[in-house]
């Protein structure tokens, strides 16, 4: 009940939490999130010592655990996380998991969702009880999914390999829905999960027991890297903070010099989430919730895996950065909203509408929306600029120069950074005079290198690639 305790100090004025934030220059309300995310650790251990050997008290515990921690974080207003809670269970149980669940399920989520937006958000980053919402949002979209594929399974229809994972074939009982929204190591940022993993993590289906020392390490590795993009996220954004990227001084910057400070900037600001989600994964790997089988002989506990690092650090194209980045909505979006729209016969248009629906889960400020516009004409660029310059012999020859590959290498780095940049900067401000003042400073070069591409650039390449004599090489076939 640490939760209820600090807020008690904060009622009588004796809580320290002002006073962290203003010694390094954040908001209160970010500092009480960052403490809630870190004590998701210590109640992971806490549950394995005390808990775990009394199966009836393994849902009580997450939900009292989760509650505590919206109540420090939001107050009464958490009554709103509950409200879908109680509405899903009631529609499952009475008209059945099926098509009509789904429907009313996801009405209800994203309308709730977005009349929270309209009643809190503001020009700032806002803390209010809609960031667990949004989460709570798609775990209970995904989790209506689930019980209609699992009537699908009992009337013998097919289903994928992935939807086979997370099938359920019985309505859980209302205890164990609210356990499930309220797992404390996810409730405020993520990531998301299945059901299926939070049922078979609190029934013993993991290998808890046969060697804790693993998982435990792995944790404490991830605790580590959480702790260390925080602290490159406080430096990063003290040296590239959006103040400066909004003053007269920064238009006095050559061009250059701009689109690489907004994409060096971006890149610090993306370690903010980065940082969130290493540590929650830390704490969902302490409790075991992200075992996700036997791979090359070895348990593995990557899934809750939300970023990838590596991947993220040495990107050189957007799709890497889809790939590393948000994993787990990321699935979302592919498995419950990508493909659900296969109806369609488009794969352009079933993205369209995927980004369309995250950018509208994000919030309604312009900024979401444009931020999403971007990423679909990058990727739409990349996915018909790769086949063509990859198949001429010249682009294979630097590649098989090791000056040239670092060179190319080089370039393709600073183009994922300075656009990545690009795209982030009305995601960040995200009403209309502001990101659009920084695009002016920017002489809006990302509409201009990605808009005209199809109708433009596109023939022009091809044209030149054939003028020019460039040799082709042409996709083996079998």
Not at 173 to 198: D, H, Q
Not at 261 to 288: D, Q
Request: charged share 15%; hydrophobic share 45%; with cysteine.
């Amino acid at each position: 009940m640490w939760g209820l305790a600090l807020s008690f100090l904060g009622w009588v004025g004796l809580s320290p939490t002002p006073y962290i934030a203003s010694a390094i220059g954040a908001t209160d309300p970010a500092i009480k999130l960052f403490l809630s995310i870190l004590m998701g650790y210590p109640l992971a251990i806490v549950y394995h010592k005390h808990i775990r050997q009394n199966p009836e008290w393994r849902n009580p515990y997450f939900i009292i655990t989760g509650l505590d921690m919206a109540w420090y974080n939001f107050g009464p207003t958490l009554y709103h996380n509950m409200i879908p809670v109680v509405v899903i269970y009631l529609t499952s149980v009475f008209l059945g998991p099926g098509k009509i669940n789904c429907i009313i399920t996801f009405v209800f989520n994203m309308t709730y969702l977005l009349a929270g937006y309209i009643g809190t958000e503001s020009e700032d980053y806002d803390i209010t009880w809609t960031m667990p919402h949004c989460v709570l949002t798609l775990k209970l979209i995904a989790l209506s999914f689930d019980l209609w594929d699992g009537e699908k399974m009992k009337n013998g229809k097919e289903l994928s390999a992935n939807n086979k994972k997370t099938a359920l074939v019985n309505v859980p009982s209302f205890a164990e829905m609210v356990g499930f929204v309220y797992f404390p190591s996810c409730f405020l940022v993520g990531p998301i999960f299945s059901f299926k993993r939070y049922h078979d993590f609190i029934t013993d289906k993991f290998p808890l027991d046969k060697n804790p020392a693993e998982y435990e390490g792995q944790a404490m590795t991830k605790m580590i890297q959480g702790l260390a993009y925080v602290i490159a996220h406080q430096v990063g954004v003290g040296v590239f903070n959006a103040r400066y990227r909004q003053s007269a001084e920064f238009w006095e910057a050559s061009i250059f010099s701009r689109h690489v400070y907004c994409g060096l900037w971006a890149h610090f600001v993306l370690y903010k989430y980065i940082s969130c989600w290493l540590l929650t994964e830390a704490s969902c790997i302490r409790f075991g919730l992200s075992y996700n089988g036997v791979k090359n002989s070895e348990d593995t506990w990557d899934g809750c895996n939300n970023i990838r690092l590596m991947r993220f650090e040495t990107a050189t194209k957007f799709h890497h950065y889809i790939e590393s980045f948000n994993c787990n909505t990321n699935h979302f979006a592919a498995e419950y909203i990508y493909k659900r729209l296969k109806f369609l016969g488009n794969r352009e248009a079933s993205q369209f509408f995927t980004l369309l629906f995250l950018a509208v889960w994000h919030g309604t400020r312009s900024g979401y929306y444009v931020t999403f516009l971007n990423e679909f004409l990058i990727i739409f660029m990349e996915k018909e600029l790769e086949p063509i310059i990859s198949r001429t012999e010249i682009y294979h020859k630097v590649w098989d120069n090791t000056a040239g590959k670092y060179i190319l290498y080089a370039l393709l780095k600073l183009y994922t950074i300075v656009y990545m940049g690009w795209s982030l900067v009305p995601f960040d401000l995200k009403v209309y005079n502001k990101w659009m003042g920084v695009y002016a400073s920017l002489y809006f070069s990302g509409f201009l290198l990605f808009i005209p591409w199809a109708f433009a650039y596109k023939p022009l390449l091809k044209y030149g690639i054939k003028a020019l004599n460039i040799r082709r090489i042409e996709p083996k076939t079998e």
